[in-house]
């Protein structure tokens, strides 16, 4: 029997949005529950660790994005042929989080607290980051040569990369244009069917 899936979060990208697009890259059906910042208060305490995402599994309930990316591209055979290997997924995931920390700052800014101010700054702050983190990005595609990141098949890296680079590209088009091979990359992942289908049906306010 196939699993049942669930994702809980806010009515836009910010967390939620990664686990998104992993569902949408493997084909997986889910169930998207948008929650309303006027519901929060009262689910906040039901959820694990009073945050979202968090996601129900056949009725398992599992809380943190980083580990609830691991656990989902695990089971769609996303994550590395070997233990080597994940743990290099690992460690791209984890260099590119802390050089996409000004991301949920914008959250926070224009979602919870609507500061207008708060919210350019963090902005800016992504895209001055963005050049050191392409580089060093840049540099691990092309030591692979087998054009992803880690191994010689897409992984979990490789899919959360490309939506990284995608809200670089809506905060300031054409940041990529000097980095071609991580644009073909990233371009990869976005004309995938999967991610077309779902960038065609996902309705979501820019966060
Ligand atoms: N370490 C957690 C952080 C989750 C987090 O802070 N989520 C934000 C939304 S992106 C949230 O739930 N904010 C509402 C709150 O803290 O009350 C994770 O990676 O899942």
Redesign the pocket.
Known sequence: MSSTYILHY?DGG??GEPIRWLFAYAGQDFVDNRIELRE?PLM?PKTP?????YVEVDGQVL????TILRFLARRFNLYGQNPWEEARIDEIMDFVKDRRAAY?RY?QAVF?ENQPEMAAQAKADYIDQAPLTLKKLEEILAATKHGVLVGTQTSLVDISVAYYFYTLERFKKGILDDYPTLRDHGSKIWNSDGIQKWLRKRNLSFW
Do not use: A, I, Q, S
């Open positions: 806010f910010g967390r929060w906040k660790f009073g945050t979202l995402p809380g943190e994005l980083g949920p959250v919870f």
